[in-house]
């Protein structure tokens, strides 16, 4: 299985927006559900949002009405606009498939945020 391609990071002040997306070259992300991950500097990664195949979502609480999950099945994309930023939210993004864990990829490089006060 090959990474997937996440797109969209950079250095923006706290209050600040950032769109990501995620690629999949070569293959089709329908049918599998699909979570963007955040690793802040030193910590452990963690799940902040997720949406189903359906196009049903779901974001981690530190993130609600703040980000929000979208999918584009014509260019197999999915994205994560991310609003009012802040300094907690600084870390590497990453996406991935959820769901069938049989689908999942290897993690990629992901994409750099990183928010001033």
């Known amino acids: 299985q090959v990474p997937l391609v996440e797109s969209g990071g950079g250095l923006v002040q706290a209050g600040g927006s950032l769109r990501l997306s995620c690629t999949a070259s070569?293959?089709?992300?329908?049918?599998?559900?699909m979570g963007w991950y955040h690793q802040a500097p030193g910590k452990q990664r963690e799940l902040v949002a997720t949406?189903?195949?359906?196009?049903?979502?779901n974001v981690a609480d530190s993130v609600v009405g703040r980000f929000t999950i979208s999918r584009d099945a014509y260019t197999n994309t999915v994205s994560l606009q991310m609003n009012n930023l802040r300094p907690e939210d600084t870390g590497v993004y990453y996406c991935?498939?959820?769901?069938?864990?049989?689908?999942?990829?290897?993690w990629g490089q992901g994409t750099q945020v990183t928010i001033s006060s």
């Open positions: 991935n498939v959820v769901r069938p864990l049989r689908n999942r990829r290897p």
């Open positions: 070569g293959s089709d992300l329908g049918g599998n559900d």
């Open positions: 949406i189903t195949s359906r196009g049903y979502s």
